[in-house]
T-cell receptor, first 114, second 116 residues
Framework: AQKITQTQPGMFVQEKEAVTLDCTYDTSDPSYGLFWYKQPSSGEMIFLIYQGSYDQQNATEGRYSLNFQKARKSANLVISASQLGDSAMYFCAMREGYGQNFVFGPGTRLSVLP | EAQVTQNPRYLITVTGKKLTVTCSQNMNHEYMSWYRQDPGLGLRQIYYSMNVEVTDKGDVPEGYKVSRKEKRNFPLILESPSPNQTSLYFC???????????????FGEGSWLTVV
């Protein structure tokens, strides 16, 4: 069973606007971590933001924030004030429990329009 | 500098010719993993390892082998490559224990493999 779902294969957003990339996950472990990564066209994987299952507040890192809705098992990435350099693939990932495996979603390709 | 190093970065090979993609990390991480990335399919896990001599299959292990004889190294072996193994391959590592932003997964730069 797929543990990470990203339902948007591709998204477009106008420069300077905000965009939300969806991620839902499936786990029965009460302890888990959720991660978002960015992959520009050059291919490297860049860590963006992390949310722990016990964290009381939504994570934020600069223009990135994570809209964590635990009951719905969703961990959407919000990018505010989009920039042309935000055009990339974005991957949601999860790690269950302590010392467990990482699993990734299929990714969403974001294109920022000038 | 903390890093995951994989080699080769680019390789064109022929069907059936055994090849090994090396992966090494200098962060003393217990967890290591291999992924392949294909258009429209995202990152799919091939194999992972929780520690030395401990390896497990991921989602797409067929046609691949791995070994973990040392903590720092986790080579990916294609015994008899076929064209459907043409892909971008990533090696990654992480601390095994703890759930915190510092225990994120670190990726190598990727290896572009073409099998003709």
């Amino acid at each position: 069973a797929q543990k990470i779902t990203q339902t948007q294969p591709g998204m477009f957003v106008q420069e300077k606007e905000a965009v939300t990339l969806d991620c839902t996950y499936d786990t029965s472990d009460p302890s888990y971590g959720l991660f978002w990564y960015k992959q520009p066209s050059s291919g490297e994987m860049i860590f963006l933001i992390y949310q722990g299952s016990y964290d009381q507040q939504n994570a934020t890192e600069g223009r990135y924030s994570l809209n964590f809705q635990k009951a719905r098992k969703s961990a959407n990435l919000v990018i505010s004030a989009s920039q042309l350099g935000d055009s990339a693939m974005y991957f949601c990932a999860m790690r269950e429990g302590y010392g467990q495996n990482f699993v990734f979603g299929p990714g969403t390709r974001l294109s920022v329009l000038p | 500098e903390a890093q995951v190093t994989q080699n080769p970065r680019y390789l064109i090979t022929v069907t059936g010719k055994k090849l090994t993609v090396t992966c090494s990390q200098n962060m003393n991480h217990e967890y290591m993993s291999w992924y392949r990335q294909d258009p429209g399919l995202g990152l799919r896990q091939i194999y992972y390892s929780m520690n030395v001599e401990v390896t497990d299959k991921g989602d797409v292990p067929e046609g691949y082998k791995v070994s973990r004889k040392e903590k720092r190294n986790f080579p990916l072996i294609l015994e008899s490559p076929s064209p459907n193994q043409t892909s971008l391959y990533f090696c990654a590592s992480s601390l095994r224990f703890g759930l915190a932003s510092g225990n994120t997964i670190y990726f190598g730069e990727g290896s572009w493999l073409t099998v003709v």
